[in-house]
C-alpha cells in the first residue's frame, strides 16, 4: 500500500497575523537555495536581499544572522534571484515545529535564539498544534 505524505500548507505554518495587508511584504530572496514555507530569513545589509538565517555572521552576507522573517511559500531560487512573500512584521504568531531553519542552528540554544529574534520584530514563534 502507498503511502502519501502533504506537505506543509499555510496553515500548517501561520496560526494568527493581525492583517496581511500589514505584515506581509514581497521581498528578493537570495540564489542558490530552494527556499521551503516556513524558512526564517534574514536580511543581507549590503545587497538587502534575504536568505537563510545562519547561526553565525557569514562574511559577504553580513546581517543575516539575525532573523527577520518568515517564509509563507516555497521558493525555488536555486538558479537566479527570486521574489518571495514573507511576514515581515507582527503581530503574528507562527508554528515552531513548521519552521526551517538554516543547517547552522544546529542546536536548541542556537533555536531559542532564532526565536527570540523573530519575537524582536512581533513574530512569535510557538508550539502549537
Known sequence: ????????????LLKFELNGNYNRES???????????????GKITASSKYRLSPAAEVEGDEGAETAVAVLIEAVDA????????VILRGPAIVSKTALVLDDTVDDTTKTTAKHTQLAAVGIIARDTA
Open 1 to 12: 500500500m502507498t503511502t502519501l505524505t502533504m506537505a506543509p500548507t499555510l496553515g500548517d
Open 27 to 41: 521581498v528578493t530572496l537570495k540564489s542558490g537555495t530552494s527556499y521551503a514555507l516556513g524558512s526564517v530569513l
Open 78 to 85: 536555486s538558479a537566479a534571484d527570486k521574489t518571495g512573500l
